[in-house]
């Protein structure tokens, strides 16, 4: 079945540094990749929905200077993180669409567990 | 717009007994209607899932789930728990128009010995 890959899982930083989060489809094309944010014992929140070649569509509250997404090819996403404090601590996990597939079809990534100190 | 609710944020089961995790959903648009299973620090593993057609749907590891519209339920059943089956569940929603999913709030499954 289709792979996405996380990197890295898990990272630990200073506050006020920025941290880059990769999302990669492992075999398939995905023209839709979306990044989502966990909260500990609490559901999964959508952030943005990223279209490969295009600027990424934030849910309302998300701040986009401060989380920025990149997919500049069909097989990778980025979400940066700039000036992290310690509230941006969180599981973020991505999900990949093929482009090939059915709407419906996500493809969820393993996850990274971002601790801000 | 879309909304998941799960009612119970834990479910403790017997190994061997039924397993039942409630979910309801509100949808503008026809619904297309998602469980997954997460497993700790990992990502998401889907289930099962409705879009058309046979509204009692089958997925892996001997879940399956059914889709009541007059209810507008999806709830996930499965005969026998079994102790690997314990982990996080979430119901999803995703209508036509809108190509993200939303997530409930996740129901914990304990399975005792």
């Known amino acids: 079945g289709a792979v996405v890959s996380q990197h890295p899982s898990r990272v630990i930083c200073k506050s006020g540094t920025s941290v880059k989060i990769e999302c990669r489809s492992l075999?398939?094309?995905?023209?839709?990749m979306f990044w989502y944010r966990q909260f500990p014992k609490k559901s999964l929140m959508l952030m943005a929905t990223?279209?490969?070649?295009?600027?990424?569509?934030?849910e309302q509250g998300v701040e986009k200077d401060k989380f920025l997404i990149n997919h500049a090819s069909l097989t990778l996403s980025t979400l940066t993180v700039t000036s992290a404090h310690p509230e941006d601590s969180s599981f973020y996990i991505c999900s990949a669409r093929e482009a090939s597939g059915r709407w419906e079809t996500q493809y969820f990534g393993p996850g990274t567990r971002l601790l801000v100190l | 717009a879309q909304s998941v609710t799960q009612l119970g944020s834990h479910v403790s089961v017997s190994e061997g007994a039924l397993v039942l995790l409630r979910c309801n959903y509100s949808s503008s648009v026809p619904p297309y209607l998602f469980w997954y299973v997460q497993y700790p620090n990992q990502g998401l593993q889907l289930l099962l899932k409705?879009?058309?057609?046979?509204?009692l749907v089958k997925g892996i590891n001997g879940f399956e789930a059914e889709f009541k519209k007059s209810e507008t339920s999806f709830h996930l059943t499965k005969p026998s728990a079994h102790m690997s089956d314990a982990a996080e569940y979430f119901c999803a929603v995703s209508g036509t128009g809108r190509r993200a999913l939303t997530f409930g709030s996740g129901t914990r499954l304990q399975v005792q010995p």
């Open positions: 990223s279209n490969e070649g295009s600027k990424a569509t934030y």
């Open positions: 075999d398939f094309q995905a023209t839709t």
């Open positions: 409705y879009t058309t057609g046979a509204t």
